[in-house]
């Protein structure tokens, strides 16, 4: 298994180690549910280096990104701003999910899935055959997540005035290069705080830096709990090359004006405007005890669909759930628990927002 720069803080701090994606991750240090509660209520720090840091470079960067994805950078026109975005297949599948970050007109970061690195990278080096483009994998980088209330307030008592007031005044999905550290507002928690992308030489130092001034490590673990209480899709479970962002409740990622731009997909997407999607994900919860799962059969009045992410959601004391579903499935939906068919209720993501139950979802 492939090794991040913090392996050795993870295991020197009680972490249980699991292989996820081909990496040696900490699941958690301890209690997932406490990390879970630590990351809403104060600030939570996260190893996701596995995650693919990709810089591309060169004449025509900027017409081959809004060819390359379904949302368009053209959007982006200050250095640091940021997009979230899915790659496709010529058949509207999405390839991944990613983040795109404009740095110049000849210069775009992007950040793809550990478990996606290798066919992203030959997806792209493919789309730029002849191009002339410099595609660099980031090898030399590592990134950690900050996030959690009280994220913002820890991160800036450690810079000094002149980074401090560089990171005060990023907005959401936005990055400034402060010395070492390529500090971006974004995350995958649902709560406000950053994703810092640095030298992988300079992790641990930072690492320790920021765990000294509050954050609590916390693991893959919680991490999943809280993008799925925030109602972020999970690549490979939620979507993946048979699934469409039309389908997978991801319309908003895709950008159709101006007509003229011919990103990959297009035209399936297109078609699948015009005829209506068969299916739909649609997000769920489970009123009576028992726990959501990946894999669960759930029935509606237009037939079976299935479980895509569900976990059992710390901050609303209850199971939660994304499925993918027949798109004229109705309110009538229950889930098989082991054998027995359990009413589900049919609500709109978020399921949790700023900490708490989101409107729309009693607790």
Known sequence: MRQTALNAAHRAAGARMVDFGGWD???????????????????????VSHMCVVDLQGEGCADFMRRLVANDVAKLKQSGKALYTCMLNHS???????????????????????????????????????????ISERDDLSMVALQGPEARALLLGLLDDEDRASVEALTRFSAAQVGELFVARTGYTGEDGF??????????HWWDRLLGAGAKPAGLGARDTLRLEAGMNLYGQDMDESVSPLECALAWTVAFDPPERDFIGRGALEQQRSQGVARRLVAL????????RHGQTVRSAAGEGVITSGSFSPTLGKSIAFALLPAEHGESLEVDMRGRWLPLRLVKAPFVKAGKAAPGIDP
């Open 25 to 47: 991750m900490p699941l958690h240090y301890g209690s997932q549910v406490d990390e879970h509660h630590w990351v809403r209520q104060h600030a939570g720090l996260f190893d």
């Open 92 to 134: 509207g599948g999405v390839i991944d999910d990613l983040i795109v970050y404009y740095i110049d007109p000849s210069h775009y970061r992007i950040v793809v899935n550990a478990g996606t690195r290798d066919k992203d990278l030959a997806w792209i080096a493919e789309q730029a055959e002849g191009s002339g483009l410099q």
């Open 195 to 204: 994703e810092i992308v640095l030298p992988s030489a300079q992790v641990e």
């Open 285 to 292: 919860v489970l009123d009576q005890r028992g726990v959501l």
